[in-house]
């Protein structure tokens, strides 16, 4: 099946499920969750601009090595970076929809190989800078809010556990993930023999897009730590929607509060991140953070309206994105024939050139730099 199709498949896809979804919440109340927060809407749905170039530029440092320098735009990137979230707000796990989508799309100017481990090297740093923003809530917590005994041993064991995964990641960014996750999955009852015959047909495959994955942090360290704190610099912009919805609701709420809301919400919502849109865990998460800060509770079911609204938006632009397609350059299927004819060119003996063999490498190049 060819990438159109593809494309094709995922637009369908994901344009049922946000009709889903409207339905779901019922238009009259986004139309009215709109009118409470005012003139405040466009800060909330704009404020995510900011996030993506973020995510954008984070993921764009991974994909920019030596060799892959110059074969994809920035732009390029925040479009897949969009599109891709849409995919992946309305996918059970958060990982069904928007990476598949873009390994399919960015294979076609990097090689599969490539597009791939910079899909999980990424998709890797995204989850790292949630564990470091976890822990600088918990930082804010113990600062600006009362402890008692039962939140500090809560908090202990989040802690506990965000090093322990902050550790393995990096263990993972040192010497590839891919080899161990399925060494795993071969000793899993229902799907070993699945995950055998996989490894035996893909086993250069897995170890390459390994090596590529562990050359990011070994040998681009400035490039694996800028990557990072761009990631986590979005998380921190993220709690101004926050800001902005309590804000146009009325309350008077600080940013570190907001940073506090967003860590405490988004760690409960994890929790179950098996639900699409995380629906059901992302009320609860609200309410129980807006409770720590003395906030009222009913705000947690208001905060999380807007923001699944602020979501469907933003769901609509990235599917709008899909099927958009920028002018048309070199695949990376034409770079290689490129270099091949490059090659040819240049093993010529150029004293007693064949004109015939000139024109026709000369036609060859022309035809692959130019398509």
Sequence with gaps: MNAKKFRNIFLIFGSLILGCMVYKIGLDIIVNNILRTGWWFFAIIGVWIPIYILNASSWFLIISDR??????????????????????YISPGGLVGGEPYRVMELRELVGTHKAT???????????????????????????????D???????????????????????GYRKGLLVKIFNVLQKMPVIRKWARK????????????DEQIAELHNNRRIAFYTSLFLDFMARIVGSLEVFF???????????????IIIGISSLFANLFFFSPMQLGTREAGFALALT???????????????????????????????????????TYKQIV??????????GLDFTNEDPAQTKTGDKCIKQNVLS
Aim: charge should be positive; hydrophobic fraction near 55%; aromatic fraction near 12%.
């Design 67 to 88: 060799e892959n320098k110059g074969k994809i735009s920035f732009f390029k990137t925040l479009k897949l970076t969009i599109s891709g979230y849409a995919l992946n």
């Design 117 to 147: 481990s910079s899909v999980i090297a990424y998709a890797m740093m995204h989850f790292l800078s949630h564990f470091f923003f976890w822990l600088f809530s918990i930082l804010l917590v113990l600062i600006f809010l009362p402890v």
């Design 149 to 171: 005994s039962g939140l500090m041993i809560t908090l202990s064991i989040v802690f506990a556990v965000c090093i322990t995964l902050i550790f393995l990641f990096f263990r």
């Design 198 to 209: 996989f490894v035996l047909k893909n086993e250069e495959s897995l170890k390459l897009i």
């Design 245 to 259: 919805i309590l804000t146009a609701l009325g309350q008077d709420v600080t940013v570190i509060g907001c940073i």
């Design 292 to 330: 720590s800060l003395s906030l009222p509770l009913q705000l947690g079911v208001s905060v999380s309206l807007i923001t699944r609204i602020r979501e469907l938006a933003w769901i609509l632009i990235g599917l709008l994105l899909i099927k958009i397609r920028p002018a048309k350059g070199r």
């Design 337 to 346: 024939e490129e270099e091949k004819c490059i090659e040819k060119k240049v």
